[in-house]
C-alpha cells in the first residue's frame, strides 16, 4: 500500500511540474505574472525544506542520503543538483534555464532513481 501511495504522490508532483513547464512556455504575460506570484512561494518553501532534510551534519555527511548506504562526505545530491539548476553556469552545447528540451527523459530516470533509492 505505502507503495502505491508513493507512486500516487510522485505522480502528482510531476504532473504539478509538468503543468508548471507548460505554463511557463506558453501562458499569456498576465497569467504568467500571476502563477508566478502563487507558485514560486510555494516552489521556493518546498525546496528549502528539502534542502533542509539534506542539510549535512558536523561531519559533513547528509543524514538523508547517509542512510541509505555507505556514507559520503562532501555535498549530496540533493544539494549539487540545486546548485546546478540555480547557480551554476550552463556547459557550452547544454540546454539552459527556460530552453525547451523535453524533461519528460528525465522525469522518468529520476522517477526510477527514486522509487529504486526507496
Known amino acids: 500500500m505505502d507503495q502505491i501511495l508513493g507512486q500516487i504522490l510522485r505522480q502528482a508532483v510531476w504532473e504539478r511540474l509538468d503543468m508548471l513547464d507548460e505554463l511557463a512556455s506558453h ?9 508566478a506570484r502563487t ?19 558536523s561531519k559533513g555527511r547528509c ?6 548506504g555507505r556514507p ?13 539548476h540555480f547557480l551554476a553556469e550552463t ?15 528525465r522525469r522518468h530516470v529520476a522517477a526510477a532513481q527514486v522509487t529504486a533509492a526507496h
Open 27 to 35: 501562458a499569456d504575460d498576465s497569467s504568467l505574472e500571476s502563477v
Open 39 to 57: 507558485e514560486l512561494p510555494r516552489l521556493t518553501s518546498g525546496l528549502r525544506a528539502l534542502l533542509l532534510a539534506h542539510e549535512p551534519d
Open 63 to 68: 543524514p538523508a542520503c547517509s542512510r541509505r
Open 72 to 84: 559520503r562526505r562532501g555535498p549530496c545530491s540533493v544539494w549539487r543538483a540545486a546548485h546546478d
Open 91 to 105: 556547459a557550452p552545447g547544454q540546454a539552459g534555464p527556460g530552453s525547451r528540451v523535453s524533461r519528460t527523459p
